[in-house]
């Protein structure tokens, strides 16, 4: 099945810095989603998006939809210890009929205190 | 409180056997899926269904078996013919199978060989 591009795949920073993921697509998406996960959890929805350009915040989050919709960033700021774990993305192509989503492969975030 | 329960946390398989875990949602959720997740990847999906008393494969169904009797439980089997079952199993519900319902994850079964 298809995944999404997420980049970078991992990323290690010192705390209080800001930190940007991505994620890519050939298809056209109607709908992105950023999830975060903790060792040994499942995932944890952070932000949802549904419209092109839309940007919405959650916090220290900001994430936002692409123009082209084959793309979407997700922003944090001012990163703390907890911020480690990984972040995913995951979209609905535009068309389907099912809420199936495609899952990027990650990026593993580590925060040096 | 409401969400999706998953047991065991961690499970062992020997060789030749059928194992099921086990997904439980009170969220009132119409539709609920079973992905697997290996290291370095992202979530590949096994199963979903849209309703009770019906499910679709997904990308990777071979070696699973799953079913929907009700609309809080969705058992998923890891069978005998499934050669790589060492992975970690993360169920999910979202509130209708169409549209833009995001969904939400259990806390995942780590199934390792013996």
């Known amino acids: 099945g298809q995944q999404l591009n997420q980049s970078p795949q991992s990323m290690f920073i010192q705390e209080g810095e800001d930190v940007s993921m991505n994620c890519t697509s050939s298809s056209i998406f109607n709908t992105w989603l950023w999830y975060k996960q903790d060792p040994g959890e499942g995932p944890v929805l952070l932000i949802a998006?549904?419209?092109?350009?839309e940007l919405t915040s959650n916090g220290r989050l900001t994430a936002q939809f692409g123009i082209t919709r084959k793309d979407s960033f997700l922003n944090i700021s001012a990163s703390i210890p907890s911020d480690v774990g990984i972040y995913f993305c995951a979209g609905r192509k535009y068309g389907g009929a099912t809420n199936k989503l495609i899952f990027g492969t990650g990026t593993l975030l580590a925060v040096q205190p | 409180d409401g969400g999706i329960t998953q047991s065991p946390k961690y499970l062992f398989r020997k060789e030749g056997q059928n194992v099921t875990l086990s997904c439980e949602q009170n969220l009132n959720h119409d539709a609920m899926y079973w992905y697997r997740q290996d290291p370095g990847q992202g979530l590949r999906l096994i199963y979903y269904?849209?309703?009770?008393?019906?499910?679709q494969k997904g990308d990777i169904a071979e070696g699973y078996s799953v079913s929907r009797e009700k609309k809080e439980s969705f058992p998923l089997t890891v069978t005998s013919a499934q050669k790589n079952p060492t992975a970690f199993y993360l169920c999910?519900?979202?509130?209708?199978?169409?549209?833009?319902?995001?969904?939400?994850f259990g806390d995942g079964t780590r199934l390792s060989i013996l």
């Open positions: 269904s849209q309703i009770v008393n019906d499910f």
């Open positions: 999910a519900s979202s509130r209708t199978e169409t549209g833009n319902q995001p969904q939400h």
């Open positions: 998006l549904y419209k092109a350009g």
